[in-house]
């Protein structure tokens, strides 16, 4: 029995448990909160687990996709419940189950209003992405990419700051908008290949066989491309971005920034390279265009911020521009910088916006005017800042680094001048991080810090895990690089039901 089923619902039905142990509760708020909070770290311990037997299990087949799973759920319309997993999703589950657990133990403990619900919405999100990096039937797929939408929409809604309730209806009319896109391609695809097959199918294996046009195929391209475009995000669909990731809940915002951007990245080689690779190759000029335009705008608008949380999610469009450019580069390099990119950024930013929400929970602020000095105060906090501002800069030694490299690396090969200007990026981030690190960390202090203190050691051995993993990323990258690269679609027989390797 395959564990990939249970991999994706198992946080629902948790959240679903704990959303029900904080209803029934009655030993007050505190314990009701400590109740959901601990089934939902229960759930991603079994994860873990999970994901460790099927990662290092022996399995009985050969070839580059790891697992298998299918059973029909709308067999009249050729739907099933299909999962398969390749060394490019198990690369992003781990990283999906590694940022859950700093999200859980530093940033939901201090949800006191309807904890349960919190946490049945946290989990429903992570099972949708979960879902989305796992799911070979193309309603499946979209299916999951929509269940992720509506718990984020009500989790910065219900919990975020002042100006949550516009930041979640732009957040929610760009992305359901864009799926709406997709649907359509989707929908098209199925239809052109019913008409030249007579089998009505969602099967991703056998659709990557119909016989398309060149008009045809970049339009049903184009739809999967603008729903991807919007979640990485891509300039100038990206306007739902900061002021979501700025109102959100710290956990929010760590999912945003470090999970969701990252099922863009994934949709755009899963689909647009792998469905429509001759005409990905047409596009690829426009893509790596829009690559380059996002890193440049994201990099000069995180100079001119002055809240730090915008100020990180301006420089998330900037750095998944990188993942961009690696995309459509047309080589293996490039693809591979992009996959170690997404990979570094979520562990990088995803600590930067925990690290922020920190601060605004002592400081009630997020103004960098008004915070500095804070090394003198709380220096295991600083410390860390200052670990992930450099991470995030690109330094040589971590992972960001080795990203950026390979992506600038094949993008030299393919045009010098667009490498060229595109290094403006990461001078521009060099100035960003550091002018965060000196006015929060380092300058005199503006405001006092309140009674609160500073990380513990149990928090500082959560971020070192990351920490960690940023150095591991950046001085042996090549287990990751070999291993997250996309398993090609013909090494899968579509009717073989899962036989491997013919």
């Known amino acids: 029995m395959s564990p990939l089923p249970v991999l994706v619902l198992l946080p629902l039905l948790g959240g679903a448990v704990a959303w029900l142990a904080d209803r029934s509760s009655t030993t007050g708020t505190s314990s009701a909160r400590k109740i959901s909070w601990r089934i939902t770290l229960m759930v991603l311990t079994l994860e873990t687990v999970l994901l460790l037997i099927t990662t290092f299990g022996q399995h009985s087949y050969q070839g580059p996709w790891l697992d298998h799973f299918s059973i029909p759920w709308i067999p009249i319309m050729g739907i099933s419940f299909q999962l398969d997993m390749d060394g490019l999703s198990l690369s992003l589950l781990w990283l999906t189950l590694i940022l859950s657990f700093p999200c859980v133990l530093l940033a939901t403990r201090k949800i006191d209003t309807n904890a349960g619900a919190f946490h049945f919405l946290f989990l429903a999100a992570l099972t949708g992405i979960t879902g989305t990096f796992l799911a070979t039937d193309l309603f499946l797929f979209f299916f999951l990419w929509e269940l992720m939408l509506v718990p984020m929409f009500v989790l ?106 990252k099922t863009g990245g994934y949709g755009m080689i899963r689909f647009n390279l792998m469905l429509f690779p001759e005409t990905a190759l047409r596009f690829a000029p426009v893509a790596m265009g829009l690559g380059v335009a996002g890193i440049l705008y994201g990099a000069w608008l995180s100079c001119a911020q002055n809240d730090v949380k915008r100020l990180i999610a301006y420089s998330s469009i900037s750095h998944m521009g990188f993942v961009m450019l690696g995309i459509f ?3 293996n390099t490039g693809l591979q910088g992009a996959i170690v990119q997404m990979l570094a950024h979520g562990l990088s930013t995803g600590a930067l916006f925990l690290i922020a929400g920190a601060i605004q929970d002592r400081l009630h602020t997020r103004d960098m005017a008004q915070i500095g000095g804070l090394w003198t105060s709380w220096p295991r906090l600083s410390s860390a800042g200052l670990f992930f501002a450099v991470a995030s800069l690109g330094m040589p030694g971590f992972g960001n680094f080795t990203g950026e490299f ?19 990026g990461l001078v521009l981030a060099a100035i960003y991080s550091l002018r965060m690190v000196n006015r929060i960390f380092l300058a005199p202090t503006r405001t006092p810090p309140l009674h609160a203190t500073d990380f513990s050691i149990g928090q500082m051995s959560v971020l070192g895990v990351l920490m960690i993993l940023l150095v591991l990323l950046g001085v042996h990258p090549q287990p990751v690089m070999t291993l997250s690269l996309p398993s090609p679609f013909s090494t899968i027989a579509p009717s073989s039901g899962g036989d491997y390797g013919q």
């Open 156 to 261: 910065i809604s219900a919990w975020g700051h002042e100006d949550r309730h516009r930041a979640a209806i732009r957040f929610f009319l760009f992305t359901q908008g864009s799926g709406l896109l997709m649907l359509l391609s989707i929908l098209g695809l199925v239809i052109t290949h019913y008409r030249q097959t007579g089998v009505l199918t969602f099967d991703y294996f056998t659709l990557a066989h119909t016989h398309l046009s060149s008009f045809l195929s970049m339009v049903l391209m184009l739809g999967f491309f603008i729903a991807f475009a919007v979640k990485l995000p891509v300039v100038p669909v990206h306007v739902w971005l900061p002021a979501a990731h700025t109102q959100a809940p710290t956990a929010a915002s760590v999912l945003l920034a470090g999970l969701m951007l």
């Open 329 to 331: 580069t047309g080589s």
């Open 406 to 424: 390979l992506v600038l690396l094949a993008t030299w090969h393919v045009n010098s001048i667009v490498a060229a200007l595109t290094t403006t």
